[in-house]
């Protein structure tokens, strides 16, 4: 059996030493996109954590590619489909939280009124929302982070001197990712206003027992 020996040593936030038998090299980067400098060149890998959805790009230092611009951006087309998929659940299933929280405080508030027994079961409840609020806002993160990256790595593109057609595709495709990092956004900053509305609503029924 062979030895492996592999070292990751943190530098700062987003950065990392790889030490290996192969050699030594750096990341930098975090869940959305990582990059790798290394003696064979960059390595490129941008994903969505926990879909299985990723895509890596190889470029030694003699600037050899192995994907073309356009095939780069009809793998990107393919992601953000896949990723706005993905984002576009994420609203149901806040909604679905916040109907159980205002269920569970209906029965708090009904039959003969606030109790302490009544109390303990409502913080469960409100345990329980806080952990779906955090799942969504964790899932919206993820998604946000791709959608950053994919941006960066877009701009990042290069093309031939008869390109035009590709610079438009891409030039839309980056307008398109923008206005979904927006939509996140906007999703983050609902996300932590029903999260402090629950908070706020159960410190209220806490002063009725």
Not at 60 to 82: C, D, F, G, H
């Amino acid at each position: 059996m062979g030895f492996r020996f592999q070292k990751r040593i943190k530098i700062a936030p987003g950065v990392r030493l790889n030490v290996s038998k192969s050699g030594v090299s750096t990341s930098l980067g975090g869940r959305g996109a990582t990059v790798n400098l290394s003696k064979k060149g960059v390595r490129t890998t941008v994903g969505i954590p926990g879909s299985g959805l990723s895509w890596s790009k190889q470029t030694s230092w003699a600037s050899t590619s192995r994907m073309t611009a356009a095939e780069e951006l009809q793998k990107i087309t393919v992601m953000l489909e896949k990723s706005e998929a993905k984002f576009n659940k994420i609203s149901p299933q806040v909604n679905k939280v916040s109907a159980s929280w205002n269920k569970a405080v209906e029965s708090f508030q009904g039959g003969r009124g606030p109790s302490a027994a009544k109390l303990q079961t409502l913080m469960k409840r409100f345990d329980t929302a806080c952990a779906g609020y955090d799942k969504a806002e964790d899932a919206a993160l993820e998604v946000q982070e791709f959608w950053e990256a994919a941006i960066l790595r877009l701009n990042g593109l290069s093309f031939g001197v008869f390109s035009g057609k590709v610079k438009s595709v891409r030039h839309d495709l980056v307008a398109l990712t923008q206005g979904h990092v927006v939509k996140s956004g906007q999703m983050l900053t609902a996300i932590d206003r029903l999260r402090s509305e629950v908070q706020d609503e159960l410190d209220a029924e806490e002063e009725k027992v």
